[in-house]
């Protein structure tokens, strides 16, 4: 069978099984419009978007410049799976952390003020290839507290459980709007004023992360703030 015509009848399939049934009462858009305004409204889900775009600008900031930094050791493309795949080891320590009753908020600002150290050193220093490999594996691990971190939040300061999901969609196109503009923004700076002004964009984004982090426990429900 032709794969164009496999791959027709499996999406009129799919479309078929998630379709709602004519005698289920269908959701108003009244409802849909509500859940999306309270949404965007809320002070809590706005802080999470800011926080994850921050996270993002950083994080791809420096990846996207991940082969030039490790070039000279030979192996750019395995070390730069490494330094991702440390990003791992944080989210992992954030909910452990997390569980242990530590507070959010200090989480992301300890995670912002090392990745800040960390991105600042390799773009200004001149230090050796092994060091600034070091550094990079350093900024990926620490910053891997945040996004754990932020997706847990979700839950707690969704204005209420039936727009979560659009929260967490926002969450998400905070870390999209990030990924666009970091890579982008610094490539054009370096570009025009070198290497260093790299620097300015991680620190920047650090020390916004850490003002904003500030009042994450507060938006937080009481019986959250009591716990952090």
Avoid at 67 to 95: C, D, K, Q, R, Y
Avoid at 152 to 171: H, I, N, R
Avoid at 175 to 199: C, D, F, H, M, R
């Amino acid at each position: 069978m032709d794969q164009r015509l496999v791959a027709l009848l499996s999406l009129l399939t799919i479309i078929a099984a998630i379709s709602p049934s004519q005698s289920r009462p269908r959701p108003s858009a009244g409802g849909f419009h509500a859940d999306v305004i309270a949404t965007v409204k809320s002070r809590g889900p706005v802080l999470l978007f800011a926080l994850f775009a921050l996270y993002s600008l950083m994080t791809f900031t420096l990846s996207s410049f991940l082969p030039i930094l490790l070039v000279a050791l030979g192996t750019a493309g395995v070390l730069s799976a490494l330094i991702t795949l440390s990003n791992v080891i944080g989210n992992l320590a954030a909910g452990h952390m997390l569980s242990r009753g530590v507070g959010r908020g200090r989480l992301v600002i300890t995670a912002a003020t090392l990745m800040g150290a960390a991105g600042l050193w390799i773009f200004l220093s001149q230090s050796g290839d092994l060091l600034t490999f070091t550094s990079c594996v350093l900024f990926s691990a620490i910053g891997g507290l945040i996004p754990a971190t932020l997706i847990s939040t979700v839950p707690m300061l969704s204005p209420s459980p039936a727009p979560a999901p659009m929260a967490m969609g926002l969450l998400m196109q905070g870390s999209n709007l990030g990924q666009l503009i970091g890579p982008v923004a610094v490539g054009t700076a370096i570009e025009v004023y070198g290497w260093t002004s790299g620097a300015a964009f991680i620190g920047i984004g650090a020390l916004a992360c850490i003002l904003l982090a500030t009042t994450l426990d507060r938006a937080l429900p009481v019986k959250e703030q009591k716990k952090a």
